[in-house]
């Protein structure tokens, strides 16, 4: 409630945080659209490991599997690879699930890197917010801060610069696709050596009737 002049220039003078447009502090759309991008096609690597792992007749549910971590989805794969198989077809597949897991180790670098304002001056001082009057002036003041910002990442496992260009998101974005596909084939192929002894490598054929 108003009583007064001093009341009415108090209330002109404040903003509420919540409407801001924070959006203008984000990196570029376009790299923000493809991290994105690279967050879809791990999820899809995930759901190729636990159908693999299915195909294998792991005693989990789809559903189960598709709640652990990536690494723990990979690791049980590789257990599960090396119990029923040997000789070059364990050997070809070992080797390209290392690949594999070099593909998620690059989205997890993805998605835990550190984003901030390369130029520490391009922060936003307290003095400047101290002077804002209006809702008007906080939001032009992001936007003009967003624009000339300049980026950069750190990954804070390897205390080095993580992912940050739009051509290096796009490369592990296609490196995730192309081990989603593969795992797809690798489903197929391990079915078929396990229960149908076609290609060989199975340590024992199963007859696919015995685990109903």
Do not use: C
Not at 25 to 30: A, G, N, R, V
Not at 82 to 93: A, D, I, Q, V, Y
Request: charged residues 30%; without cysteine; proline residues 5%.
């Amino acid at each position: 409630m108003s009583h007064g002049p001093e009341d009415e220039e108090d209330d002109a003078g404040r903003f509420d945080w919540m409407k801001a447009r924070w959006g203008a502090l984000y990196p570029p759309s376009e790299i923000v659209a493809e991290m994105g991008r690279v967050t879809i096609a791990a999820a899809r690597v995930d759901r190729q490991l636990a159908l693999a792992l299915l195909a294998l007749k792991h005693p989990e549910g789809f559903e189960t599997l598709l709640r652990k971590e990536s690494s723990k989805l990979y690791k049980g794969l590789e257990r599960r690879v090396t119990e029923l198989f040997g000789g070059p077809l364990l050997e070809w597949t070992l080797a390209n699930l290392e690949e594999v897991k070099a593909r998620i180790e690059a989205r997890h670098a993805v998605a835990h890197s550190i984003w901030s304002v390369a130029d520490r001056s391009e922060s936003i001082s307290v003095q400047l917010l101290a002077n804002l009057r209006s809702q008007e002036e906080l939001d032009q003041l992001l936007a003009e801060r967003g624009e000339l910002a300049e980026w950069k990442t750190l990954h804070p496992r390897k205390n080095a610069p993580g992912p940050q260009t739009l051509e290096e998101l796009q490369k592990i974005r296609i490196g995730l696709e192309d081990v989603a596909d593969w795992l797809e084939q690798l489903r197929f192929t391990l079915a078929s050596a396990l229960f149908a002894g076609k290609p060989e490598g199975a340590r024992k054929v199963l007859d696919p009737r015995s685990f109903d």
